[in-house]
């Protein structure tokens, strides 16, 4: 079946430091979505990519469908970006549900 | 953004116990879905409803699980009778389009326990 795994699965940071998450498919997808999972248990939507590059204040997505991944950078990180992290694809055959991945643990450090 | 709405937050209940959660979807969306989170893990596809009626259900989905959403009002997962495995956080989602086309939308989740 599809699979959708992230890497690194625990990542800690200093505040102000960056890094990138890497979401890699098994097979050819068409869309990829990333969210936040916070504190209180909340999927906060980040990013929906069918191609290409977003970018939205400190965080930036890039999905490459060819290539068969995505990715996830956070630049000055802060105490708020801590959470998991979690990308998701729709299905190929009938696209009607997302496959998640086992998500990236992100801890942000003083 | 869009909001879905999820009632209750959080809900205990005896084993063997059926249980209602109720969701609330945005608006003029027309595909809903429900997911299951065990402690802070992967998010596990339920099942997804378009148009009345299911198009597709996991292994998880089991027997004693059923989904409606009669005359546009709250989209519900029903477990009817509860077990011990069925703990977990339950989300909620909609979207207007398939998800290969836009995003999908998640509510805030309900934590169930079952004793």
């Known amino acids: 079946g599809d699979q959708v795994e992230q890497s690194p699965s625990a990542l800690s940071l200093h505040e102000g430091t960056g890094s990138a998450l890497r979401c890699n498919f098994t097979?050819?997808?068409?869309?990829v979505q990333w969210f936040q999972q916070n504190s209180r248990g909340s999927l906060i939507n980040l990013f929906y990519?069918?191609?290409g590059t977003k970018e939205n204040g400190r965080l930036k997505s890039t999905f490459n469908s060819k290539e068969s991944y995505s990715t996830l950078h956070i630049r000055d990180a802060q105490l708020e970006d801590s959470g998991t992290y979690f990308c998701?694809?729709?299905?190929?055959?009938?696209?009607?549900?997302?496959?998640f991945g086992g998500g990236t643990r992100l801890t942000v450090r003083p | 953004g869009p909001k879905v709405l999820q009632i209750p937050s959080h809900q205990i209940i005896d084993m063997g116990q059926m249980v209602t959660l109720n969701c609330d979807p945005v608006?003029?969306?027309?595909?809903f879905y429900w997911y299951k989170q065990i402690l802070g893990q992967q998010m596990e596809f339920l099942v997804n409803?378009?148009?009345?009626?299911?198009?597709?259900k996991s292994k998880l989905f089991k027997d004693q699980f059923s989904v409606e959403r009669p005359d546009g009002s709250y989209f519900t997962l029903k477990i009817q009778p509860t077990a011990l495995e069925d703990s977990a956080v339950y989300f909620c989602?909609?979207?207007?389009?398939?998800?290969?086309?836009?995003?999908?939308?998640f509510g805030s989740g309900t934590r169930l326990t079952v004793l």
């Open positions: 989602a909609s979207s207007f389009t398939k998800p290969s086309a836009e995003t999908l939308y």
């Open positions: 097979t050819t997808m068409r869309a």
């Open positions: 990519l069918a191609s």
């Open positions: 998701a694809a729709p299905n190929n055959n009938a696209g009607a549900k997302l496959t």
């Open positions: 608006s003029n969306h027309l595909y």
């Open positions: 409803f378009y148009n009345g009626k299911v198009m597709e």
